[in-house]
């Protein structure tokens, strides 16, 4: 499926992608693919269309909008530690691929899929929490790192030993826990146990609180993406025709209203 989902990307809109798939799965080949295959088909459509939006598309609008939402929630709940994050450079660098993955690519598989499944009974709000109980594991260590590499190291580890100890699986470790593992092994965290500590320190979070915090983000992530647009449409243009920076981005303006008046 996944191959014939990628031709369908190539030629078509990614609406239009996903309407020619159901299309395929439902009428033109109807139990071709097994109800594994299908069940997970109707999970993704769920993920991205209500759990997730705007998250798969070209500008990552959704993952950038409760990235902006962990890091209100992180100055709320943890200032002295988001002041420092901040300083470092590293919630943007962090978060993006915790959201984006829903820590599949940062955490061991067995464990991560224990927050996946969370996930789908409560949403986004089991993937803040845990993030939050992340940093807050690691306060510490955090506010002694002097640089984004020490602070990416200090998380990395981390996560690169949360265990799941009821996996019947060998656990799979990731290329990061070769590469850092030192001499000194970091103690194992029982992906259980860190849910449990998520939830007792972090479940004021109500899911209507962050639909409202979503839709003020929304409005500030898309007015940035605009304004580095414009910035690099100026930038781009000639210095000697004659107008301003200011002129310029009037101008780009007008066009965009124009354009979009037309498009309408």
Known sequence: MNIVTSVLLLY???????????????????????????GAFWLLVALCERMLPDYYNTRVVGALVDQGIFEELTRDILPRLSEKMQELGVISSISLSWFLTLF???????????????FFYEGIK??????????DANMDQLLDCSDEGEAMTVLGRYLDNVVNRQSISP?????HALLTSGD?????????????VS?????????????????????????????????????AIPGDIGFSIEELEDLYMVFKVTANHKGG
């Open 12 to 38: 078509g809109s990614e609406e239009e992608a996903f309407w020619l798939l159901v299309a395929l799965c439902e009428r033109m080949l109807p139990d071709y693919y097994n109800t594994r295959v299908v």
């Open 171 to 175: 656990p799979i470790p990731h290329l």
């Open 199 to 235: 939830y007792e320190k972090f479940s004021s979070l109500r899911a209507d609180d962050i639909e409202q915090m979503r839709f003020k983000q929304r409005l500030k992530v898309i007015q940035s993406l605009e304004d580095t647009a414009k910035r690099s449409v100026v930038r």
């Open 184 to 196: 000194d092994p970091p103690v194992e965290v029982d992906i259980f146990d860190l849910l449990k």
């Open 104 to 118: 599949l690519s940062v955490m061991p598989f067995e464990s991560a899929v224990v927050i996946v499944d969370c």
């Open 126 to 135: 089991v993937i803040l929490q845990v993030a939050l109980a992340v940093l």
